[in-house]
């Protein structure tokens, strides 16, 4: 069946540097592609989105950058602050849909003062 | 406005009982959708509602998994009788459209034992 690949599982940056987890995506009929944050204990949010008609998108220090030829797809957090720390996920679309996703496994990403 | 609330936040069964998990969607918010995450792996879809129609059902696991929407409004998922590979964290999401970001509840931990 389709998957979803995240890289890295785990990501430990320094405050104030760039993170960035990326994705590949194997349903070449995806063409959307959400990032979720989940807080520990939290609710998954929706951090950013971006569409197969789009290669970047960008929302203050928050990036997204997609390859549909290579199926692959990047978040890009910049100047990171600790409350960037939490589990990111990122998902693609089955075929068109909105809300059949398929999701990575995750990635937890710790922010070190 | 009132986010979508899951109720129990956790619960702890044995094996062969019977739980039933509870969602509020956001008010308006036609489209109510089931996710579970189990043993740390992917999020995976389980079912769509718009209002109380079941629009797909594709990712139930099983006839143990039955979902209701009475009257459009609150959701429930009951799990009878639940096995050991039930054990995850059950998420409900809700979208004012079909292709409107998804609003994510807080997540029912389940435990079987």
């Known amino acids: 069946g389709e998957n979803v690949e995240q890289h890295p599982s785990t990501l430990s940056v320094q405050e104030g540097d760039s993170a960035v987890i990326k994705c590949t995506y194997s349903d070449s009929a995806s063409n959307y592609f959400p990032w979720y944050k989940q807080e520990l204990g939290k609710r998954p949010q929706l951090i950013i989105d971006i569409r197969s008609n789009v290669g970047e998108k960008k929302d203050q220090r928050i990036a997204v950058t997609l390859n549909k030829t290579a199926k692959h797809f990047s978040l890009h957090i910049t100047e990171t602050q600790p409350e960037d720390s939490a589990v990111y996920f990122c998902?693609?679309?089955?075929?068109?849909?909105?809300?059949?996703?398929?999701w990575g496994a995750g990635t937890k990403l710790i922010i070190k003062p | 406005e009132a986010g979508v609330t899951q109720f129990p936040s956790h619960s702890v069964i044995e094996k062969g009982q019977t739980v039933t998990l509870r969602c509020d969607p956001i008010s308006g918010h036609d489209n109510l959708y089931w996710y579970r995450r189990v043993m740390g792996k992917e999020i995976k879809f389980l079912l769509h509602f718009v209002k109380e129609s079941k629009q797909d059902e594709s990712g139930m696991p099983n006839n143990r998994f039955l979902a209701e929407r009475t009257g459009g409004t609150y959701s429930t998922l009951k799990v009878q009788p639940a096995e050991l590979e039930d054990s995850g964290v059950y998420f409900c999401?809700?979208?004012?459209?079909?292709?409107?970001?998804?609003?994510f509840g807080n997540g029912t931990r389940l435990t079987v034992t």
């Open positions: 998902a693609a679309s089955e075929g068109g849909s909105n809300y059949q996703l398929i």
């Open positions: 999401a809700s979208s004012l459209l079909g292709n409107s970001p998804l609003h």
